[in-house]
């Protein structure tokens, strides 16, 4: 991440403007809980990261307050918490939106359709990268590889998956967030704000129903090179599960999710990436295995 010199200014040495101050209430609550966090860790100023993701959660982005509420908690320079907030991409410098939709541009993911993605979406919301919408919605921005790249390409929305997008998906996911609707990442934990998502991030209990049981981990495409390496037969070709489409039937020798239901999307792209195109298949097929 690049920073401006306006953002660098306090650690220039440029003269530091007085920080509002958070109302009374605010200020207590944000206190309680930065107790909380700062006795996690042996050194209090370990806790600047969560601290921070504590300010966002409440503006929704690191404000001059936020920076000068953390140096206050952890006895450190507006100076040292601007270097740590400006040096991170997770923390946001200006208002933004609701609901932040990543678009990974990553290699993979850019070649098998996240570039396309990303400048359809610019077009479809009329909004550059890092820019909001007017409704205040939806943030867009391409970001790096998501660890995700064998479910490319990858669109993330409050760091949460949705897999496997297309153009066609990827704007009907916008689409419905900007309109209030119900959507649902393709694993991991149900969707939410940002600003809760900071929350989260902060430390504190994620309380949203479907949460603490929620699977993000490997998926069976994730799985096909462990089996491989431990010798096993090589697997068909894994399609990600959707919908009770018929490729959701388990193929001999593919490593199945014993829940396949968590692997499942309400954005979900249909079915025409390399996974079900015949003429440029994502992996050995049955036959080429055996
Ligand atoms: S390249 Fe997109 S998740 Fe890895």
Redesign the pocket.
């Known amino acids: 991440m690049t920073t401006s010199s306006s953002e660098r200014g306090v650690s220039l040495g440029m003269p530091e403007l007085p920080a509002p101050a958070y109302p009374d209430d605010v200020r207590a609550r944000l206190e309680a809980d930065a107790r909380e966090i700062v006795a996690r860790y042996p050194d209090s100023r370990s806790a600047l990261l969560p601290l921070l993701h504590l300010v966002q959660s409440e503006e929704g982005h690191v404000t001059r307050t936020g920076m000068r509420f953390c140096a206050d908690v952890l006895g450190l320079t507006t100076a040292e918490v601007t270097a740590v907030a400006t040096f991170y991409t997770m923390y946001r410098r200006r208002p933004s939106g609701d609901y932040q939709v990543g678009v990974?541009?990553?290699?993979?993911?850019?070649v098998?359709g996240?570039d396309a993605i990303y400048e359809a979406l610019q077009d479809h919301l009329g909004v550059g990268n890092g820019e909001t919408t007017d409704d205040g919605k939806v943030t867009l921005e391409h970001?790096?590889?998501?660890?995700?790249?064998d479910?490319?390409?990858?669109v993330m929305v409050n760091w949460e998956f949705f897999d496997n997008q297309t153009v066609q998906s990827a704007k009907r996911l916008v689409d419905d967030l900007r309109g209030g609707r119900t959507v649902s990442p393709t694993r991991g934990a149900p969707l939410c704000t940002f600003k809760e998502t900071a929350r989260i991030l902060a430390g504190f209990p994620d309380e949203r129903e479907g949460a603490v049981d929620a699977s993000g981990g490997a998926g069976p495409a994730s799985l096909v090179g462990l089996r491989l390496a431990k010798g096993e037969t090589a697997p068909a070709r894994v399609v990600h599960p959707r919908d009770g489409g018929p490729h959701d039937a388990p193929q001999d020798g593919a490593v199945h999710d014993p829940s396949p239901t968590r692997h499942l999307s309400s954005h979900d792209a249909p079915q025409d990436t390399s996974a079900s195109d015949p003429a440029h298949p994502a992996g050995p097929t049955a036959e080429e295995g055996e």
């Not at 970001?143 to 790249?149: K, P, Q, V």
């Not at 479910?151 to 990858?154: D, G, L, M, T």
């Open positions: 990974c541009t990553n290699t993979l993911c850019a098998m996240g970001i790096e590889c998501n660890a995700a790249c479910y490319a390409p990858v």
